[in-house]
């Protein structure tokens, strides 16, 4: 079997809340289906959704996801803020237009059906999508969202959907990672943008790392002016805008570098910065939940923790440089590689340790870099990282990327910025417990987790505290 080859790409995507396995997941899919089919013969469509999709399905969005994608719409561009109207559009009329061309009946009361008491073999997340042509004939197609907004058909081996390059370097695991810079004498991210360049140039690759945190930071931006109630009927009370008011103080900001701006002037005792790092994580979490655009890092309900360690760097640090940003989202990547590779960016496969922890092992590692912290120094505070994360379970009350996510991101943050501080103040080398072998060790323990913890709702807190909430 090939090997899996990820790149900075695959790990960061751009997409639409609140959740990547669930809602970016099944889009992408929805969308692969049109591509695999003339939709010119299609007479009428019904999806049938699995395992851990049909019991959060409602609460993540994933039909909504899924007529989206049938519509022709684009999660990376689509205008997040037509959303509603477009549902209310498909559902009032009754029609769908497929690929946003071909117009057939699409009632979602009966043409999406959550099968909760059924689940595919090879992956807890699966969508089977049926089309009946205007012949008679029925193509069906089956997949499943492994997390992170990967998917894969049935039968598909995950590593033969994207062209095979020659890599620089070849890396299977953490060991493989730290002997190869040490070989070369390069940094983690000096590695990565080598490997990246058998895909594309190194422009390219810079371009399109910055156009990342263009949308990072757009998104914990809009997070942090943004009141209201999120949806899903657990009336939670967005937090970010108000921290963010009662932070400046009121010093006056009217766009995004006014408002950094502010935010150095505002303080940068202890309190205040551990405050604002809580209020970026808020920000994109709630964002998420609002199904706004987010940056899959490496999911989407872990989303707000790379973003606000970042910023964190970025206002609080040195006066950070494109080079530097560059620096950080590359080594993130890498590490988010390493768990994709050899355990699990899902929580529907693993429990939160899956998302929170591997988002936190990622930001650990790549802060440290940027803090000039050696491959072995960053690879220890990741390790650090997810070690304190190990056995986390995913539990979302009401099947909503809401609550304990979306504080959940905060905590991962801090936990971050913690593990790299105690890397940076020891020797890697000298390290107990190996990257590698905690890597190994989250996918012992996913193994062995209860089903009921595994972003299905049927466990933790999503069953013990009482809600009259719409079946999810």
């Known amino acids: 079997m090939a090997k899996e080859q990820l790149s900075v790409f695959d790990i960061f995507k751009i997409g639409v809340g609140p959740s990547s396995s669930h809602t970016l997941g099944p889009w992408r899919a929805a969308e692969r289906f049109l591509k695999e089919t003339d939709i010119n013969t299609i007479a009428s469509i019904q999806v049938n959704l699995y395992g851990s999709l049909a019991k959060t399905g409602k609460g993540h969005g994933t039909d909504i996801a899924v007529m989206l994608g049938l519509n022709g719409e684009d999660p990376v561009t689509f205008d997040t803020s037509t959303l509603h109207s477009a549902i209310d559009n498909i559902t009032t009329?009754?029609?769908?237009?497929?690929?946003?061309?071909?117009?057939?009946?699409?009632?979602?009361?009966?043409?999406?059906?959550?099968?909760?008491?059924?689940?595919?073999?090879?992956?807890?997340?699966a969508l089977k999508i049926v089309a009946i042509l205007t012949t008679g004939a029925t193509i069906e197609g089956t997949y499943y969202s492994i997390g992170g907004g990967f998917v894969v058909k049935d039968g598909e081996d995950a590593s033969t959907t994207k062209q095979h390059v020659t890599l620089k370097y070849?890396?299977?695991?953490?060991?493989?990672?730290?002997?190869?810079?040490?070989?070369?004498?390069?940094?983690?991210?000096?590695?990565?943008?080598?490997?990246?360049?058998?895909?594309?140039?190194?422009?390219?690759?810079?371009?399109?790392?910055?156009?990342?945190?263009?949308?990072?930071?757009?998104?914990?931006?809009?997070?942090?002016?943004?009141?209201?109630?999120?949806?899903?009927?657990?009336?939670?009370?967005?937090?970010?805008?108000?921290?963010?008011?009662?932070?400046?103080?009121?010093?006056?900001?009217?766009?995004?570098?006014?408002?950094?701006?502010?935010?150095?002037?505002?303080?940068?005792?202890?309190t205040s910065i551990m405050n604002w790092i809580s209020c970026f994580a808020l920000a994109v979490n709630e964002e998420n939940a609002a199904f706004g655009r987010v940056v899959t890092a490496p999911?989407?309900?872990?989303?707000?923790v790379v973003p606000a360690v970042l910023m964190y760097y970025h206002v609080f640090g040195k006066q950070t440089t494109d080079a530097d940003i560059v620096k950080f989202m590359l080594t993130a990547s890498q590490i988010g590689c390493l768990f994709k590779m050899g355990s699990t960016i899902s929580a529907a496969m693993g429990g939160c340790q899956a998302e929170i922890g591997v988002s936190s092992s990622m930001a650990a590692g790549a802060l440290t870099e940027c803090l000039g912290g050696s491959p072995s120094q960053a690879m220890q505070a990741a390790e650090i990282a997810m070690e304190h994360h190990l056995g986390m379970t995913c539990d979302p009350i009401g099947g909503l990327v809401q609550i304990p996510c979306i504080e959940r991101n905060t905590m991962g943050a801090i936990k971050a910025i913690t593990a790299s501080q105690l890397a940076l103040q020891g020797d890697g080398e000298q390290m107990k417990v190996s990257l590698d072998a905690v890597i190994k060790t989250m996918w012992d323990t996913a193994v062995d987790m209860s089903s009921k913890y595994k972003e299905t709702a049927e466990g933790g807190l999503a069953i013990k505290v009482p809600l009259n909430l719409p079946e999810c």
């Not at 080598?194 to 997070?223: D, F, H």
Request: charged letters at 20%; glycine letters at 10%; proline letters at 4%.
């Open 93 to 125: 009329t009754q029609k769908i237009k497929l690929g946003g061309q071909t117009e057939v009946t699409f009632t979602p009361a009966t043409d999406i059906i959550f099968h909760k008491k059924e689940s595919l073999p090879f992956h807890p997340n």
């Open 170 to 270: 070849d890396i299977n695991d953490a060991e493989d990672l730290l002997q190869n810079c040490m070989g070369a004498g390069i940094s983690i991210s000096q590695l990565v943008m080598e490997n990246e360049k058998a895909w594309r140039t190194q422009q390219a690759t810079v371009k399109g790392i910055l156009n990342i945190w263009r949308v990072m930071q757009e998104c914990i931006y809009r997070g942090c002016h943004a009141d209201g109630i999120l949806p899903g009927g657990l009336h939670v009370v967005r937090r970010a805008a108000k921290m963010n008011r009662q932070l400046l103080k009121g010093k006056p900001e009217t766009n995004l570098t006014e408002w950094v701006a502010a935010i150095r002037q505002s303080g940068t005792d202890f």
């Open 299 to 304: 999911t989407n309900g872990a989303a707000g």
